[in-house]
């Protein structure tokens, strides 16, 4: 059974930086592209970053150079630094798994999301 | 990375059939088929219900379908039932390596 489990949110201070994990099961996440999404409160879904098999990344403009999202093979485990937070980074970040190893950029997994705060 | 444009709601009533736009450009709706639909309950995550315009995923009830016409891609729901009362949001692949949401469309069963 394919499973994601994020991990490492909380609160933090604008400026301050934060990893966000999200460990797989069923896969491995070394075969498919991985993605970050997040959601503000009671707001809509922003996709934040992607992950392909080869490891060519790919990010929102609200998060260039801010973000960096990596996978570590040998954990199953997706990754998001996140520096330079901002309070507009406040929200639930979700990890999703691609539905092709190719990259369809549509998503058929989900994890149930961990919430940044980032509050002064 | 502006958004794609979608109804800020819909209603029906059960067995009805509902469709909600989903309004891009051709840099992303119009140029490729890579157009997903998301169904979310409030507090949950997000459920693939169409990917690639049309196809449906293993498991999602066939009164559920996706199409497109030019810069809009549309989400059918046939036989309204209680259970699809959710948000639905619309995504599409863009042109500069990117992918952008809908707004979403918050659904009412009448």
């Known amino acids: 059974e394919v499973q994601l489990v994020e991990s490492g949110g909380g609160l933090i201070q604008p400026g301050g930086s934060l990893r966000l994990s999200c460990a797989a099961s069923?896969?491995?996440?070394?075969?498919?592209?991985m993605s970050w999404v997040r959601q503000a409160p009671g707001k809509g879904l922003e996709w934040v970053s992607i992950?392909?098999?080869?490891?060519?990344?790919y990010y929102a403009d609200s998060v260039k150079g801010r973000f960096t999202i990596n996978r570590d093979n040998s954990k199953n485990t997706l990754y998001l630094q996140m520096n330079s937070l901002r309070a507009e980074d406040t929200a639930v970040y979700y990890c999703?798994?691609?539905?092709?190893?190719?990259?369809?950029?549509?998503?058929?997994?989900w994890g149930q999301g961990t919430l940044v705060t980032v509050f002064s | 990375q502006s958004a794609l444009t979608q109804p800020d709601s819909v209603s029906g009533s059960p067995g009805q059939s509902i469709t909600i736009s989903c309004t891009g450009t051709?840099?992303?709706?119009?140029?490729?088929?890579?157009v997903s639909w998301y169904q979310q309950y409030s507090g949950k995550a997000p459920k693939l219900m169409i990917y690639d315009v049309s196809n449906r995923p293993s498991g999602v009830s066939n009164r559920f379908s996706g199409s497109k016409s030019g810069n809009t891609a549309s989400l059918t729901i046939s036989g309204l039932q209680a259970e699809d009362e959710a948000d639905y949001y619309c995504s599409s692949y863009r042109s500069n390596s990117a992918l952008v949401f809908g707004g979403g469309t918050s659904l009412t069963v009448l």
């Open positions: 992950t392909s098999i080869a490891g060519t990344t």
């Open positions: 999703a798994r691609d539905v092709y190893e190719s990259g369809g950029w549509d998503f058929d997994y």
């Open positions: 051709s840099s992303d709706v119009g140029g490729y088929n890579y």
């Open positions: 069923g896969f491995t996440v070394s075969s498919k592209f």
